[in-house]
T-cell receptor, first 114, second 115 residues
Framework: DGGITQSPKYLFRKEGQNVTLSCEQN?????MYWYRQDPGQGLRLIYY???????QKGDIAEGYSVSREKKESFPLTVTSAQKNPTAFYLC?????????????FGEGSRLTVL | AQKVTQAQTEISVVEKEDVTLDCVYE???????LFWYKQPPSGELVFLIR??????QNEISGRYSWNFQKSTSSFNFTITASQVVDSAVYFC????????????FGGGTRVLVKP
């Protein structure tokens, strides 16, 4: 079945450690996105990529990094510079490269910093 | 700047009742898109509808209906004859052409349908 796979589903990290969240899609979509979800705040855009080897900062990119070496993959690294990394992270993709397209989401990764 | 407000944080209804979720948006752009997404307990968001700013026709899809009113900057969502499977968090979102079409989400409304 086509879709977006995020791993791990749950992740615990000690302060000061970097952690990488995986996002893979087999929908053949050009555009991919990372969102952060905090209770009561909706989703906020971290980074997005409209094509391989290119990505753009979203609204809250500080403390995060991404890469887009393959069309199918868009991993997100939460670095030690991110002040409050405990959150639910959602990866998405869209067939349209403009951001007004319908987004397809993964099931998310919940990161907890101990 | 674009902004989306979902004033209702949580709504609880009994099965078969209707429930309306409010969404109010702010934009200076004349070309924009409005969306509703559903987030069930499994976590992934599921696309429900997209409406562009030039199409004010209301839409009905099964038990779901949407009322878009530019005069009040609202894009409300009604679930008719609610079912337990409708229990989820629902997000309204806006993208503006002038802002590169980045999606801005509201804070979400949690709907709890009791049997």
């Amino acid at each position: 079945d086509g879709g977006i796979t995020q791993s791990p589903k749950y992740l615990f990290r000690k302060e000061g450690q970097n952690v990488t969240l995986s996002c893979e899609q087999n929908l053949n979509h050009d555009a991919m996105y990372w969102y952060r979800q905090d209770p009561g705040q909706g989703l906020r855009l971290i980074y997005y990529s409209q094509i391989v080897n290119d990505f753009q900062k979203g609204d809250i990119a500080e403390g995060y990094s991404v890469s887009r070496e393959k069309k199918e993959s868009f991993p997100l690294t939460v670095t030690s510079a991110q002040k409050n990394p405990t959150a639910f992270y959602l990866c998405a993709s869209s067939r349209e490269t403009g951001l007004s397209g319908e987004l397809f989401f993964g099931e998310g990764s919940r990161l907890t910093v101990l | 700047a674009q902004k989306v407000t979902q004033a209702q944080t949580e709504i609880s209804v009994v099965e078969k009742e209707d429930v309306t979720l409010d969404c109010v948006y702010e934009t200076r752009d004349t070309t924009y898109y409005l969306f509703w997404y559903k987030q069930p307990p499994s976590g992934e968001l599921v696309f429900l509808i997209r409406r562009n700013s030039f199409d004010e026709q209301n839409e009905i899809s099964g038990r779901y209906s949407w009322n878009f009113q530019k005069s009040t900057s609202s894009f409300n969502f009604t679930i008719t004859a609610s079912q337990v499977v409708d229990s989820a968090v629902y997000f309204c979102a806006l993208s503006e052409e002038a802002a590169g079409n980045k999606l801005t989400f509201g804070g979400g409304t949690r709907v709890l349908v009791k049997p």
